[in-house]
């Protein structure tokens, strides 16, 4: 069974930190590209950042460039996102994803809060 398990989430301070992880299990994951999306409240779901099946390619999205950075585990089956500076306007569930086979696979989120 396909699974994508987020954690890491949580209530942060403007200007703190948090690292998110995601947990594959059911796939190879070495196959596949990863991405982390996330979605704010009464906002579209927006893609933050991807990372090639190898590491070797990586994009991020223009608001979180310089601060957020994503890395893969192959062997440990994981990706995560390494959110720092964070800023009131990052607040939303984030969601890492991937596709095969045409199918769309996604986790059931962590909850990110940046508030003082």
């Known amino acids: 069974q396909v699974q994508l398990v987020e954690s890491g989430g949580g209530l942060v301070q403007p200007g703190g930190s948090l690292r998110l992880s995601c947990a594959a299990s059911?796939?190879?994951?070495?196959?596949?590209?990863i991405g982390w999306f996330r979605q704010a409240p009464g906002k579209e779901r927006e893609g933050v950042s991807c990372?090639?099946?190898?590491?070797?390619?990586?994009k991020y999205a223009d608001s979180v460039k310089g601060r957020f950075t994503i890395s893969r585990d192959n062997a440990k089956k994981m990706v995560y996102l390494q959110m720092n500076s964070l800023k009131p306007e990052d607040t939303a569930v984030y969601y890492c994803?991937?596709?095969?086979?045409?199918?769309?696979?996604w986790g059931q989120g962590t909850q990110v809060t940046v508030s003082s």
């Open positions: 059911g796939f190879t994951l070495d196959y596949y590209a």
């Open positions: 990372i090639s099946s190898n590491g070797g390619s990586i």
């Open positions: 994803y991937f596709r095969r086979g045409g199918n769309d696979y």
